[in-house]
């Protein structure tokens, strides 16, 4: 398990910072922004938590158990909004609602020049942005939580003269909860993680700070406690929603009883469930993309010749050359740490210390990327000397692309192992057992029986890693080489400075590249039910 070992070096080195405290830098802290950062933060995590949960619960609620017109096309359309990364709907949210934007301008013209409404760059805009973009992570959960659930159970509750409404409270989501904790607390850490929205918002977190004090007014040592305390705030998180689902001792039949038949709406029901969907959607995704794509036309028409299309192109190479260098490095880890955690005979009793072990290099993803950019700084600042003398100077650790590769390693693997480890579950041990027992090597069972067998976990842990890295910004932004720029770093860049044209091209990439993989997740996660439901008939 060394590579898993690996991964945890980086966070250890934030987790001794604790070792070191500095009590100036936490007295200066405290006298200028900390009691900010620190209740911006957790307004934010409230607000968003709040917000995600009703709305990837109710619609995911909504799909499942009811039937009307374009209920399937919408089931799938919900999960769009996913493409588009909260600093990129920040930007195009910014410029559409703000004071001097064509919404509220077009206000004013219609009701005289007094109408004025709230500040939009505040921490309600900000929770109102991360929301939209985080909502499908509960909702994608929500959605395989209720679609598991029994007609059983429900008829035995109708059966007792409990309402829908009833049936909802009592008995459906007590059973989503442990999923529904779970698509909670990945929208609270990908919110704990932001600092682009909340900057273009002017609300000042614990994440914003730590980027403003290490690329700003560069100061490492307090850059680095702030971070430190970032994490334990991560680590919270984490162990609150891992109490929330063990806590839960409700269990259900899952795909061996007989699944739900949709309730057909009809009347204003059915209207309301075509309308609320189709609005969330339209605000979300459909006016975000509208406006991209009206920029970007116009920013392509007014460019000189071939100079956007030299620069579109390389930054275009690099964005997907790290993206799926990602995705391969974290799928050939994620493999090796879930076959060698996997019960094997005799062994399954002795490898509990592996997967404890596994568990605990998974955390990279509980911990915000600019936390995780960092601790790979500080653990490769320390081997440079080394690695310097050793090399003639010829070899530099940090700000390379081992640097980079390594952090985003630390950051995705949790998702590749999640995925490819549930995917081996499945597999019965007899089949191993069995060309086992005809001399067959390890390596070759991974590849013959394990491979074919959990192809779509592998599947969708690759999909997953490449869009999740098409879309990261801190992590890139700290640890790329000098001179390689991508299209998450260049639309920050450009939007930072109210470019919001220019800002578009970079921005329309990245959402129409992620806009396919998201479809085809929900496309694998209805294959792999289809699957699991087969076994049992």
Known sequence: MIPAALVLLPLIGLVAAWLRLDGEIWLHLWNTLLPEMLLNTMLLMLGVGATTLVLGTGLAWLVTTYSFPGARLIEWLLVLPIAIPGYILGYVFMSLFDYAGPFQ????????SHVELPEFRSLPGAVLVLSLALYPYVYLLARAAFREQSAA???????????????????????????????VALALMEALTDFAVVRYFNTVTLSEGV??????????????????????????VVLVERRLRHRARYYQLGNQSRPIAPTRLSGWRMVAALVGPSVLLLVAFGLPVA?????????????????????????????VALSLGAALLVLVVALGMAY??????????????????????????????AVVALGVLLLLASLNETVLAWTGGAVLLSASIFGLMYAYLVRFLAIGFSSVEASLEKVTPNMEMAARSLGAP?????????????????????????????????????????????????????????????AAVPALTIVLASVPPALLLIHLSRISAQSAEGTYL
């Open 340 to 369: 060698a955690v996997r019960p094997h005979g005799a062994h399954a009793a002795t490898n509990g210390g592996m997967r404890f072990l596994a568990r605990l290099a998974t955390l990279g993803y509980a911990i915000p990327g």
């Open 211 to 236: 980027v403003r004090l290490w690329v700003i007014q560069m100061d490492r040592d307090a850059a680095v406690q702030l971070a430190s305390l970032l994490m334990l705030i991560a680590l919270a």
């Open 153 to 183: 159970q429900r008829d035995a509750a109708r059966a007792a003269g409990l309402s829908d409404r009833a049936i909802f409270w009592r008995v459906a989501l007590p059973l989503a909860r442990p999923s529904l904790a779970a698509g």
């Open 442 to 502: 390890p390596s070759r069972v991974l590849a013959r029986i394990h491979l074919p067998l959990a192809r779509t976990g592998v599947l969708a842990a690759l999909l997953l890693v490449f869009v999740d890295t098409l879309k990261e910004l801190p992590v890139t932004m700290f640890l790329r080489p000098f001179g390689m720029e991508t299209l998450s770093v260049w639309t920050y860049m450009l939007s930072s400075e109210s470019a919001w044209q220019a």
């Open 291 to 319: 406006q991209l794509a009206q920029w970007a036309l116009v920013e392509v028409a007014h460019a000189e010749p071939g100079t956007l299309d030299a620069v579109f192109g390389q930054y275009l190479f690099n964005t």
């Open 105 to 112: 301008t077009q206000l004013r013209a219609w009701f005289g």
